[in-house]
């Protein structure tokens, strides 16, 4: 039967907002900053099969990587109706494990139809320091550490799972507000996808599932066969682990024969003491969102993106870690650094089409102390925006989050409301980023002073080596972290630290700015 392409927009369009609404209940009915301020949630839809169908416009590191952790749920439980089966582990498809994900099936009449998931950042899941984003050596000092289990099991709640998590975290009462929304945003999608059905014929339905997944297949192979066959190399570096002041490699090998490439990181670094290694699960979403951005359409972003891509990731690499490699920073630092690889290494096949770097970190900021206001503990976690790399025909944009991560700043009123400190300065970091025909953009500058004793830990990352420009454009300002203690003495501190402060010291965070493009 000939595909009517009015029909595959229309369900195409559903799908994804289906998993926008699922995102925007999250939103609402969170109690962390975190999650409805910063928006560090994601929401998708898959398949009876645990396929990808459709995802939110959330975080790309969660996105395509949340595949693994459907997979992941529906290979160790049996989910059936009114089931919910949560999980948090790197190495079972997960991200870091402040990284929760709510897996649920969807049922028409006990028939298995669909399955919808969703992600958040959770500001504590225990762990040797507030905010669960420690200079670890073991994943064990990074938090708990939840396998595929049921938290639901037929529409009702697994009370001694609930009650062992919230008793492992410094703020139960914001991670069980936060857990509540999640469940709420599932639920959500499993009304939104039973009224389609309802409406439209589980047979339809079904025909325009496979419909989309290989549209966007198609699509992608276009995208493919547009660059030039060979055989291309690149390689970038993160300044360190934070145990070690040794650089780290990140090599790639991408093979371009017809509609499909090989993306080979072989020659990468083996992993390392401390907790930037990333897991399989990130290095396959990183490559699923570079290969998406070069598919000049408005496509879905599922599995059928994936088809044509080979991942080659050996074991005990730097992109694909074994347990029980510390791995809080591979998610967020090491994530954003396989991005500038990939884009570099394709800059030899497309020069007119790929981007400088932008600032290649996302400048991870916790911190965990007391509140004298309320005597309660509180644990606080952001991410900073800086500059996006110079484009072939326009300047890179100031003061954005770019690549991996697209959260939102959290509003200063918000900051300071919920948590004892004052925002002193929060601007653009003038000059920063790197000149060219076009100009890479600007980092910012976040500087806000603690109000009671806190423990603070910055992963971060470009505070020694730059972000490159292209064709000939200068590469962005390398980013700093500064510490000021209240007797006024000036701390310049490395990527990655964790310190004590007392009431009175300022912390200042300036980002790297985005490389030029192209001579000046």
Request: proline share 6%; glycine share 10%; charged share 20%.
């Amino acid at each position: 039967m000939k595909t009517n392409p009015v029909r595959l927009e229309i369900f195409k369009s559903l799908f994804h907002a289906i998993a926008e609404e699922m995102g925007a209940t999250l939103k609402r009915t969170a109690f962390s900053p975190n999650i409805k301020e910063r928006r560090d949630y994601s929401c998708a839809i898959f398949d009876h099969h645990g396929d990808m169908l459709a995802q939110g416009d959330h975080m790309p590191v969660h996105l395509g990587s949340m595949p693994l952790s459907v997979k992941a749920a529906i290979e160790n439980r049996n989910i059936g109706p009114g089931d919910i089966v949560i999980l948090n582990d790197p190495y079972k498809g997960g991200t870091h494990l402040p990284d929760i994900t709510l897996v649920s099936g969807v049922f028409s009449r006990k028939k298995l139809i669909f399955y919808v998931a969703c992600r958040a950042h959770h500001s504590d899941v225990g762990g040797m320091s507030p905010g669960s984003m420690p200079l670890a050596e073991e994943i064990y000092q990074e938090g708990l550490r939840i396998p595929p289990i049921k938290l639901m099991s037929g529409g009702k709640l697994n009370t001694d799972v609930w009650d062992l998590i919230l008793s492992n975290v410094r703020t139960p009462q914001e991670r069980e507000g936060d857990l509540a929304a999640m469940l709420g945003a599932n639920r959500t999608g499993e009304r939104r996808l039973m009224e389609v059905v309802e409406k439209y014929g589980w047979n339809e339905v079904s025909r325009y599932v496979t419909e989309i997944l290989n549209y966007s297949e198609r699509m992608t192979r276009h995208a493919i066969s547009v660059i030039p066959d060979g055989t291309y190399e690149a390689e970038d570096f993160l300044d360190n682990d934070g145990i070690t002041d040794k650089p780290i490699a990140i090599r790639v090998r991408i093979q371009i024969k017809g509609d499909q490439a090989v993306i080979d990181f072989s020659r990468s670094d083996p992993q390392v003491q401390g907790s930037v290694n990333a897991v399989y699960a990130i290095t396959a979403s990183v490559v699923f969102y570079v290969f998406r951005t070069l598919v000049s359409l408005l496509i879905p972003s599922n599995a059928g993106g994936m088809r044509p891509l080979q991942i080659i990731a050996p074991e005990g690499t730097i992109v694909n870690a074994r347990p029980p490699a510390a791995v809080c920073g591979g998610n967020v630092e090491t994530s954003q650094r396989i991005v500038d690889v990939l884009y570099k290494c394709l800059a030899a096949a497309m020069p007119g089409r790929i981007p400088a770097a932008s600032q290649g970190t996302m400048n991870n900021f916790t911190f965990g102390g007391v509140d004298p206001r309320t005597q309660k503990a509180v644990a606080y976690y952001e991410t900073v925006s800086g500059g996006m790399g110079a484009r072939p025909t326009m300047d890179g944009l100031s003061g954005v989050h770019t690549h991996m991560t697209n959260s939102m700043n959290t509003p200063v009123e918000a900051l300071e409301h919920a948590y004892p400190v004052r925002m002193l300065r929060y601007s653009l970091r003038p000059e920063s980023g790197g000149q060219g025909k076009c100009r890479g953009g600007d980092g910012v500058i976040r500087e806000l002073r603690f109000l009671t004793k806190a423990q603070i830990t910055v992963l971060s990352d470009r505070r020694k080596f730059p972000p490159y420009g292209l064709n000939g454009g200068e590469p962005g300002q390398r980013g700093m972290n500064v510490l000021i203690r209240k007797d006024g003495r000036r701390e310049e501190l490395p990527s990655k630290f964790s310190t004590a402060v007392e009431a009175g010291d300022i912390l200042s965070i300036q980002s790297p700015g985005g490389g030029g493009w192209g001579r000046k």
